[in-house]
């Protein structure tokens, strides 16, 4: 069964830095894409960023590029987002999704979401 | 590059049909056949609905059809239920080689 479980939720400091993880299981970590997708509280769905475990090929959303980085580690099945230096709008649920397969452009398998709090 | 447009809410009463649109650009829903719709519960993670503009996962009702014309693609759903309240998000690929979604809509079920 292919699961994508999420690193719990992290409540932290303008200005600290933070890294929450995806971890995948059930299937060849390095064959898919897995996304990122933010959601400020009470809004809507909103791409970040994707990479591809197998070679770390990575693209983001303008509105992301150069704020985050995702990144990704094989040997643990896990792919990572993280922040530099958080902001008060940096507070969101972030999820991690899965396309069905190499080529689809769609996404079949989420994670439960980590909440980021970000607060002084 | 901007979000997909969609009505911020619809409604409809209980065996009614109704559809919400998704507007974007040349750059994205209308430039490929990569439309895709998710739905998404109070506190859940979203989940597919409809995948390559019209086609639906296995286990979704076949009361939820996608199709696109143009820059427009639309989500219809049939004999409204009172489980289908909800989110619901449009997604495209984009020529940037990434994703963009719409705002979403919510459905209420009067």
């Known amino acids: 069964e292919v699961q994508l479980v999420q690193s719990g939720a992290e409540v932290k400091k303008p200005g600290e830095s933070l890294k929450i993880s995806c971890k995948g299981s059930?299937?060849?970590?390095?064959?898919?894409?897995i996304g990122w997708v933010r959601q400020m509280p009470g809004k809507g769905l909103e791409w970040m960023g994707i990479i591809y475990p197998g070679d770390s090929d990575t693209r983001y959303s303008p509105s992301f590029q150069g704020q985050v980085t995702i990144s990704g580690d094989k040997s643990i099945s896990t792919a990572y987002l993280q922040w530099s230096s958080l902001k008060a709008s940096d507070t969101a649920m972030y999820y991690c999704a899965r396309p069905r397969y190499y080529g689809a452009y769609y996404f079949d398998y989420w994670g439960q979401g980590t909440l980021v709090t970000v607060s002084s | 590059q901007s979000a997909l447009t969609q009505p911020a809410s619809v409604s409809g009463s209980p065996g009614q049909s109704i559809t919400i649109s998704c507007t974007g650009t040349?750059?994205?829903?209308?430039?490929?056949?990569?439309v895709s719709w998710y739905q998404q519960h109070p506190g859940k993670a979203p989940k597919l609905m409809i995948y390559?503009?019209?086609n639906r996962p296995s286990g979704v009702s076949n009361r939820f059809s996608g199709s696109k014309s143009g820059n427009t693609a639309s989500l219809t759903i049939s004999g409204l239920q009172a489980e289908d309240e909800a989110d619901y998000y449009c997604s495209s690929y984009t020529s940037s080689s990434t994703w963009v979604f719409g705002g979403g809509t919510k459905l209420t079920v009067l």
């Open positions: 059930g299937y060849s970590f390095t064959s898919y894409w």
């Open positions: 390559e503009v019209s």
């Open positions: 040349s750059s994205d829903v209308g430039g490929y056949n990569y």
